[in-house]
Structures are given as C-alpha cells and as structure tokens.
C-alpha cells in the first residue's frame, strides 16, 4: 500500500504546454525529492526539500521548478515543456534524523513531451 | 563529487545465488542501502547495512561492507523468476543512488 502517491501516472503533451506534476504523501515526512531517471535506470536529484518553505536545487540541472507550501505536498512544475523533458519522473520522502529510514518512492510519472 | 558504480547487467538461473555489485567513493554515509525497482514502479528499499558493520543478513539476502575498499555487495541466495528487476545502492550522503543493475533471472 503506497503512502506516496503521483499524479499522473502517464502524460503524453505537447511542445510549449505548462505541466504539474504531483506528489503527496500521507507519512509526516519532512524530506522529500524529485528524481529523473533515465531510460537506461540510472536516477539524477534534481530538487529536495528538508520542509515546509524549503527547497534546494539537485545535481542534475532541470528546467522545472518546485514548492512545499504544506509537508506533504511537493509538486513539480514544467513552465513549457520540451521534448527534451520526456523521461521518468519519481518522487520519494523521507524521515530526518539519523536512523536507517531510507526513501520511500511513489510509482512515478511518465511524461513524453511531443 | 561522489560516484557509486554498479554493472549493469546480471543474468542468472533460477535457483541459483545472485551478487550484485556497487563501489562508492564517498564514505560519509551511515547507512548503505539496496534498493529494488521492478517495471513501470518506483524504487523499493529491500535492506540496509550500518557503516560500521561488516554483514548483515535478512532471509534470502546478504548485505556485505567492505569500507577499506568501498565495496558493498548484495547476495540474493536461490534466485527466483520474481527476482527480476533493477537494483540500486545508495548511501544516505547526498541522495545518490547507484547507476543500477538489471537483473535477469532465466527459468
């Protein structure tokens, strides 16, 4: 039973259009993060935020851009798509602290931009 | 930066051991962790290991912690066909995940 969800799991749009990508999370978590991954599996950061009003940039530079008005919600935003956007997107969260928690990941959005 | 490498590919027959492989160049982690993604799902956390333990083990899985050398591998003992799947490593530094392996298991 998921306690992250993503809306929507598949996005076909065209060049130009503005897209929101959502996350949300039913756990409390404060962390939480966008991840693209590539068709060859491999996952790149590109944002996270520790908490509410808090978001950082990952390593992967990214056209989209986020926010975290509330703890558990984290959408991701595309201003104009671009073909060059089309990848899997994966949202996870978090517990802070210094424990073994790990990521728990939502199922991810496929978005192809045409 | 940090680098956490794993080959890409694993083939194996069913009943058989699988390791899977993953060297990290940042030690700063706490914790190590397998992840198991499966097609068209997110990631999955299977098992994690202590930085200052050297196995860990959890049913059919074997968690070994090489920190002299930066070597942390994942053995699944008597492989099954729901097995297949991508796995990836991770340390709790920086959120980065390993490049990932994909591993199929033959009937």
């Known amino acids: 039973e998921a306690d992250i969800y993503q809306t929507p799991r598949y996005l076909v749009i065209g060049t130009g259009k503005k897209i929101t990508l959502e996350c949300s999370q039913t756990?409390?978590?404060?962390?939480m993060y966008w991840y693209q991954q590539d068709p060859g599996m491999e996952l790149h950061l590109i944002h996270y935020?520790?908490?509410?009003?808090?978001?950082e940039k990952g390593d992967l530079s990214s056209e989209s851009t986020v926010s975290r008005i509330r703890t558990e919600h984290f959408p991701l935003t595309l201003e104009s798509a671009r073909p060059s956007h089309t990848s899997q997107y994966l949202c996870?969260?978090?517990?802070?602290?210094?424990?073994?928690?790990?990521?728990?990941f939502g199922s991810g959005t496929r978005l192809t931009v045409v | 930066g940090e680098d956490v490498e794993q080959s890409l590919f694993l083939s194996v027959r069913e009943g058989d051991s699988s390791v899977i492989n993953c060297t990290y160049t940042?030690?700063?982690?706490?914790?190590l962790y397998w992840y198991k993604q499966e097609p068209g799902a997110g990631l999955q956390l299977l098992t994690y290991?202590?930085?200052?333990?050297d196995m860990k083990q959890d049913q059919r899985l074997t968690v070994l912690l090489n920190k002299k050398d930066k070597h942390l591998s994942l053995r699944i003992a008597d492989t099954q066909t729901g097995d297949s799947a991508i796995y990836f490593c991770?340390?709790?530094?920086?959120?980065?995940f390993g490049t990932g392996t994909r591993l199929k298991v033959l009937a």
């Open positions: 996870a969260s978090s517990e802070g602290g210094q424990g073994p928690y790990g990521y728990t």
């Open positions: 756990m409390g978590h404060d962390k």
């Open positions: 935020s520790y908490g509410v009003n808090s978001t």
């Open positions: 940042d030690s700063s982690s706490t914790y």
């Open positions: 290991i202590f930085s200052n333990m």
């Open positions: 991770a340390g709790t530094y920086k959120y980065i």
